[in-house]
């Protein structure tokens, strides 16, 4: 584990988790819990996390997973028990440990565009290639040799190039793919909704290795830490960067301990 802003260290984050009235764990999904894979439907956390997790939980700590997937698709895959609460489709969803269900309305206009997005395309991609969200539409070329990827970013790159513009979308990369997304709402959204339900005493992290996650990291920063999730480091607002999926195991059962779940 390694420190990436000198202001703030691991050392007095673990003494206030250790002495806070209410702790909350946020975890992105894809490349934080589950490693990436080539069939998206098969991303399944690594070994022995769903269990950690899940006492993690039985010991006290809200759960949250923040995630750019749908979040019932998440709830199938991550295998924890109790299921913790999710944020899917980079906050446009919120799906509740009891199952509860919230799905923030889209504006025509964004319906149209996204419905625009995904016509365009016709039988240019194969359909395992184009996932279709509440809020976005994304494609995906994880497995392809850096030839292919290249030239299925270049197409829809053209295919898609006038919509941003027309819709109040937004076109933004992701590790593996390429998403066009509504506008005005990502993972921040989903942290700022969560520091406002807890009080100032509480013990917050949030636990994230895309681009997308930089938007959460953002939010934390000042109210809890931020942990970048990746094999290697990058520019990014975490605070904390780990290797998965050691790191990532070791961090999880220092909260455990400290919280008192063993």
Not at 127 to 154: C, F, M, Y
Request: aromatic share 6%.
């Amino acid at each position: 584990m390694k420190t990436l802003d000198s202001g703030t260290t691991y050392t007095p984050f673990i003494e206030r988790l250790a002495a806070a009235s209410e702790r909350v764990l946020m975890l992105d999904y894809d490349g934080t819990l589950a490693p990436f894979v080539v069939d998206r439907d098969l991303a399944f956390p690594y070994p022995g996390l769903p269990t950690l997790i899940g006492r993690i939980m039985q010991s006290g700590t809200r759960v949250v997973l923040i995630s750019g997937r749908p979040a019932r698709a998440v709830a199938q895959l991550s295998c924890i028990v109790p299921q913790p609460e999710i944020w899917g489709s980079h906050g446009l969803e919120r799906l509740h440990s009891n199952g509860t269900y919230e799905l923030i309305s889209l504006p025509r206009e964004q319906r149209e565009g996204l419905s625009e997005a995904i016509t365009v395309l016709h039988s240019e991609l194969p359909p395992d290639r184009v996932e279709a969200k509440p809020g976005s539409v994304a494609i995906h070329w994880r497995g392809l040799n850096s030839q292919k990827a290249d030239a299925v970013r270049t197409l829809v790159h053209s295919l898609w190039a006038d919509l941003p513009g027309k819709y109040p979308l937004e076109l933004l990369e992701f590790d593996g793919g390429l998403e066009l997304r509504v506008k005005g709402r990502d993972k921040g959204d989903a942290v700022r909704a969560i520091l406002a339900e807890v009080n100032s005493s509480s013990a917050l992290a949030y636990l994230g290795d895309d681009r997308t996650d930089e938007d959460a990291f953002r939010a934390i920063k000042g109210h809890g830490l931020g942990v970048l999730v990746r094999s290697e480091p990058r520019p990014t607002d975490a605070e904390v960067w780990l290797r998965p999926p050691q790191g990532l195991t070791q961090f999880l059962e220092d909260w455990l301990r400290i919280s008192g779940g063993e």
